[in-house]
């Protein structure tokens, strides 16, 4: 999870440089916005991680076990879900939101 954590953290923090110094005159981002798009990247990822199951994909499918404890701990609700929670769809939408709000 360490790994998934920083280096899609790390590609973010490039990707948003871009854009508010090339798209946004240099205008910075909210927390919210920041925080948001974090989210996004990292359910994405989560997401993938879940579709890699499929058994259709044979020896390049990852085991579900890998992936119950890649993520475990750092969902939403866990302790509501299923055992096994990665064959249902849209639970995993929300890892761990938090609103922040500006203070500025």
């Known amino acids: 999870l360490w790994r998934i954590l920083v280096s899609k953290s790390a590609y973010l923090i490039w990707k948003l440089r871009y854009k508010r110094v090339i798209q946004n005159e240099n205008t910075p981002f909210s927390i919210q916005e920041v925080n948001n798009w974090w989210l996004a990247v990292i359910n994405s990822k989560l997401e993938l991680n879940c579709d890699m199951t499929d058994e259709t994909l044979e020896k390049r499918k990852l085991k579900e076990k890998?992936?119950?404890q890649t993520w475990k701990g750092?969902?939403?609700?866990?302790?509501?879900?299923p055992r096994n929670w990665i064959k249902i769809g849209g639970v995993l939408v929300c890892i761990g939101l938090r609103f922040h709000q500006d203070k500025g």
């Open 66 to 68: 890998v992936v119950l």
């Open 74 to 81: 750092v969902l939403k609700g866990e302790s509501r879900l």
